[in-house]
């Protein structure tokens, strides 16, 4: 059988790891299936070398788990599942109870197009702890990769600096699944469209593209190729000019835009797909501009990256729109977002007992508590710090943060014009509290984000980090719950 991502069960309950299944059987079997916890996913660590992150892929969590359920393809399958010794690893009882799993969490997460920084919460989950459990691999799944690739896109779309960029990765995409994902985190970094006509049809992402060397050698000649092809899309023609020599493919294009104009239509541009980018974009804009055809565009390809186009910047390159690829949708050079998802909390008879996840490596060592995140706005309207508070703290009181990972860090954030809460509610009790924003407003919402960022923090090579910090009463609980959990006496007053 082929595996297809066609199939008559909606069902993702199962796009899980089997651990997330075991566990939740282990919690129904002890009688914990119906506890409180409160779960948060953040990652540790920026990609890219870069200073920060597009938050992306809430939307399309949101569709997930608004359908989430197991079905009845689903419970067939776990029945068939063995332990080692060949008995049912799931028995009937326990079956039954996740075919009447319904899920109502609360979830609070930042906004779609969040500019967002290492070790503060991104979402928080609050329920049955079965259910929390659950959804841990799909969220993990979905947000880190989109907010990878929104994030490549923001720095490849910040190099272009307002040129248009394409997204041109669909053959070199991760899957089909992968490629879909990929256009619509492209889309919501920066991109003004995609050549993966799947997203334009399911997502509304503007579609684009013309014709590749194919075309051209289907042909007796080049300028046969160019002229049949403006024929058939006379106010669509981009001339893929470098199937045999770029400089002549350009001739042959000026030959075929002059003829489109005297037609009536407006010839776009000329791509380049290989050789000395910055030569032929250079010798090609002349070659237009001295034919009278100013108005069309160079546009560029080929196994372009943020690094690339800077250079192709750099050297004058007379480069008018980018189609990005491979590097793009694929997230070179760094192949995941380092997202986790963690127990930071559960409530008991008296309130929350808060959780923590102990390393050796201090960066590992998990934040507890029921959390909220508060931008620090300084008085010109620029992001100045995230500062990490506990529940019930109010952020006015809070005069510094400490770095989580370097207590002798510290920075005051007592002057601020204002402190804005990121996570806000989504789901109340599984039921939908939240209006997503259209693909077109979560986009706007990264340039706008990205605009009161500092540019020390935007730079491509060891850019200035943003200072995340705890409130000084939630590190001091980190700090107490660290020493007690290592059997350290807590140091005399």
Not at 361 to 385: H, M, N, W
Not at 401 to 423: C, H
Request: overall charge negative; charged content about 20%; hydrophobic content about 45%.
């Amino acid at each position: 059988m082929v595996f297809s991502l066609r199939h008559d069960d909606p069902s993702l309950a199962l796009a899980t790891d089997l651990y997330e299944l075991t566990m939740a059987k282990a919690y129904w079997a002890n009688g914990m299936t119906d506890r409180e916890a409160e779960f948060h996913m953040f990652y540790r660590r920026n990609p890219f070398n870069g200073g920060f992150v597009v938050f992306a892929g809430l939307a399309t969590l949101i569709d997930i788990l608004q359908e989430f359920r197991f079905s009845a393809q689903d419970l067939s399958y776990l029945a068939t599942l063995k332990d080692r010794v060949g008995n049912p690893l799931f028995e009937e009882e326990f079956l039954r109870y996740l075919a009447a799993l319904e899920f109502n969490c609360d979830l609070l997460a930042m906004p779609e197009g969040t500019v967002v920084f290492p070790n503060e919460p991104l979402l928080r989950v609050r329920g049955p702890i079965v259910q929390a459990q659950l959804l841990e691999t799909i969220v993990l799944n979905v947000l880190n990769f989109q907010s990878l690739v929104a994030t490549k896109a923001a720095r490849i779309c910040q190099v272009a600096a307002g040129d248009p960029v394409i997204d041109f990765g669909l053959r070199r995409a991760q899957g089909l699944d992968g490629g879909l994902s990929a256009s619509r985190a492209c889309y919501v970094g920066g991109c003004v469209g995609t050549s993966n006509v799947l997203a334009g049809k399911l997502l509304g992402i503007p579609v684009m593209g013309t014709h590749a060397h194919s075309w051209v050698m289907a042909f007796d000649s080049e300028l046969e190729a160019f002229r049949a092809f403006a024929r058939t899309m006379p106010d669509n023609c981009v001339f893929l000019v470098d199937t045999y020599g770029s400089l002549q493919g350009v001739r042959n294009a000026i030959e075929v835009a002059r003829e489109l104009q005297a037609g009536g239509h407006k010839p776009i541009g000329v791509r380049l797909d290989s050789g000395d980018l910055a030569y032929f974009a250079k010798a090609a804009r002349r070659m237009l501009d001295e034919a009278g055809l100013q108005e069309m565009v160079v546009m560029a390809s080929n196994e372009l990256d943020e690094y690339v186009m800077r250079s192709l910047k750099l050297q004058g390159a007379p480069i008018g729109a980018w189609g990005v690829g491979t590097k793009l949708v694929t997230a070179q050079d760094d192949p995941a977002l380092s997202g986790v998802y963690k127990l930071t909390a559960i409530r008991d008879g008296n309130g929350w007992e808060y959780k923590l996840k102990l390393s050796d490596q201090k960066a590992k060592i998990s934040i507890p508590g029921v959390l909220q995140v508060y931008r620090c706005i300084d008085r010109q309207g620029t992001f100045e710090a995230d500062a990490i508070l506990d529940i019930g703290e109010r952020p006015e009181e809070v005069a510094m943060i400490v770095d989580p990972n370097d207590n002798t860090n510290v920075k005051r954030v007592d002057n601020m014009a204002s402190k804005e809460p990121l996570l806000v509610e989504v789901f109340r009790g599984g039921t939908l509290v939240y209006d997503p924003p259209g693909l077109a407003a979560i986009r706007a919402r990264v340039g706008a984000q990205l605009a009161l960022v500092d540019g020390s923090h935007k730079r491509l090579e060891n850019p200035h980090i943003y200072p995340v910090g705890l409130s000084p009463h939630l590190n001091a609980l980190r700090d107490r719950m660290i020493r007690q959990a290592r059997g350290v006496q807590p140091m005399p007053e």
